[in-house]
């Protein structure tokens, strides 16, 4: 029988890694497959390698998992701020984005970081930062228009 094999040019293993940085919940992923390696034989540098993370990173991870079992290699909450934007506003920016400032009775013609902070303000009560809004408008899957001027 022929073993299988990967013929998609797409599929890197940087490609991958890439994706599993986007994904929330994916680290912890890669963390229990490089501990497995380990386990399996392997040197905590030819892991780091493979998944392209420093030594000592790995080093941490071996140690987590000596130290805390299994349930150390799941990620840990992270402490910080909360977000400004909870899921409903970004729900309703996102749809006010798809229409014209003018409905909101915004005195402008396109989106911009200027009238999505008077958005916000207005409607939602939060206060952003003009660059923070425009961060906002490209996360969201929108791009800034330049005004025309005629």
Do not use: C
């Amino acid at each position: 029988m022929k073993a299988l094999t990967i013929t998609n040019e797409n599929v890197t293993r940087e490609a991958l890694l890439e994706i599993a940085r986007k994904i929330p919940g994916a680290r912890t992923g890669i963390r229990i497959a490089a501990i497995l390696l380990i386990l399996d034989g392997w040197k905590s540098s030819q892991t780091a390698r493979l998944f392209e993370l420093s030594r000592w990173s790995m080093v941490k991870w071996i140690r987590r998992a000596n130290d805390e079992g299994a349930e150390g290699l799941e990620d840990k909450k992270r402490s910080g701020r909360p977000g400004r934007l909870n899921e409903k506003i970004l729900e309703d920016l996102k749809k006010a984005l798809e229409k014209k400032p003018e409905e909101f009775g915004l005195k402008r013609k396109r989106w911009d970081g200027i009238v999505v902070v008077e958005y916000l303000e207005r409607f939602h009560g939060v206060r952003l930062k003009v660059r923070q809004a425009q961060r906002w408008i490209r996360r969201l899957g929108f791009t800034l228009q330049r005004p025309v001027h005629r």
